[in-house]
């Protein structure tokens, strides 16, 4: 069974920074793109950063300069490394992954179970 496991998340102060991690385990052929998601208290899910298998990266505009997405395949793990950390960043991330199950099968898309990220000013 594919799972996605996030850790990283915690309580920070305005300015600080966090980095988020998350693990793909289980039987898969190959993991394609990645992304992180957030979805801040009573608003709906939103894209934060996506990297591809060959590490192209975009950014939502809120984020970017600050926050940087990236990858090491070897490990199967995407981080979200997130600097200047403001209280509008105050959110449960998640993390997304495209997997193959094998050479011939489609990706599916599986998400992690969140972590909270709390900033406080």
């Known amino acids: 069974q594919v799972q996605l496991v996030e850790s990283g998340g915690g309580l920070v102060q305005a300015g600080g920074s966090l980095r988020l991690s998350c693990v793909a385990s289980?039987?898969?052929?190959?993991?394609?793109?990645m992304a992180w998601y957030r979805q801040p208290p009573g608003k709906q899910r939103e894209l934060v950063a996506t990297?591809?298998?060959?590490?192209?990266?975009n950014y939502a505009d809120s984020v970017k300069g600050r926050f940087t997405i990236s990858r090491d395949n070897a490990k199967k793990t995407v981080y979200l490394q997130m600097n200047v950390l403001r209280p509008e960043d105050t959110a449960a991330y998640y993390c997304?992954?495209?997997?193959?199950?094998?050479?011939?099968?489609?990706?599916?898309?599986?998400w992690g179970q969140g972590t909270q990220v709390t900033v406080s000013s």
């Open positions: 289980g039987s898969f052929f190959r993991v394609n793109d």
């Open positions: 997304n992954a495209h997997i193959q199950r094998n050479f011939l099968a489609s990706g599916v898309n599986y």
């Open positions: 990297i591809s298998s060959d590490s192209i990266t």
